[in-house]
C-alpha cells in the first residue's frame, strides 16, 4: 500500500461515525453509510471475498488481491469503527440509562432524517414502478415496526443456535434501519454472546463458551459474506425497489427511538436487560420542547452530513 492519504482519514472518520452507530440499541452502522455514500461500496467490497479473490491469495498475488477486495477501503474503515466503538461505548452507557428521552430524540432526527434522503435515492422510471417502490416501502416501514416491537423469543444453547444467530444477526447489522444488536436480542441470544464475550476477554472462559463463539464467528462470516452478494446483485439489477425497502425500514425503526418511554423494567439496572414501552408525552413541557429542539437539530446534522457526504460518493471498483 502506498504512503497515508487524506482520503484514508475521510474513510476512518466514515467508520468513526458507523462505530458510534452500532453501539447504539436500534441503530444501524448500515444507516450511517448509506448518508455518507459509501453503502455500496461497503457491500461491493465485503462481496468479493470469493472464489477470484482466493485464487489470487494462492498465487500469492498480493497486490492484486487486495486491489479487487478494496483493502485499503476496508481497513481504514475498520480502524474508524473499532474507534467509535471503544471511544463512545461508555459515553452511549450513560446517556441511554440516565438521558434517555434526550438522547433518543437525538436518534429519533437522526433517523427520520435519514429515511428522507435514502427514499430521496429511490427513482422509478415510469408511474407504476413509483407506486411499486412506494408500496415496498410501506410494507418494509410496517415490517420494521412489528419487528422492534417484539418481545424476545427463548435461547436455545445449541451450536447450531449459535451459528444462525451470527448469520442473522450480521445480515440487520448492515441492513439501514435494522440493527444486528437488536435482532440478537430478539432472537434470546445478546445475553449469552456478550456474556461469552465478556468472559473470553478476561481470559476465564471454558472450552465450551469459546467454542460457542467460535461458532457464532462463523455465523456472522458465512451471513456477511453471502448476504453482501446478494445485496449486490439486488442493487446493480433493481436499485430502486431495494432503496425503497430500505428506506422503509428505516422508516418503521423509529418506532424503538420514540423519546418518550415507560421503564417496563425498573428493577432491572443492566440497560442490556431493561425495556422499554413508548407512551405519549401527558404535556407540552420543558421536556417534550428540548426533545422536538435536539431532533431538529439531529435533522439539520444529518442533512449537512449528506451533503459531505454526496461531495465523493463511491461506489465499488470494477468486478
Known sequence: MSRFERKDLAHIARGFLMGGADIIPGVSGGTVALILGI???????????????????????????????????LIALAIGILSGIASLASLMHYLLLHQRPYTLAVFFGLILASSYIVMGMVRPNTTEQRFGCYGLALVAAFFAYWLVGLEHLGFHDHLAYFFLCGMVAICAMILPGISGSYILWLLGAYVAVTGIIKDVLKFQCSTREFTCLLVFAAGCAVGLIGFSKLLKWLLARAHAPVMAVLGGFMIGSLRLMWPFQRDLTPLVDKLKEKRFDPVMPPALDGQVTLCLTLAIAAVLAVLALERWGSGEKETSPPA
Do not use: M, P
Open 39 to 73: 453503502y455500496e461500496r461497503l457491500v461491493g467490497a465485503i462481496s468479493h471475498i470469493d472464489g477470484h479473490f482466493l485464487g489470487l491469495l494462492s498465487r500469492r498475488q498480493w497486490s492484486s488481491a487486495a486491489e479487487y477486495l478494496d483493502l485499503r477501503f
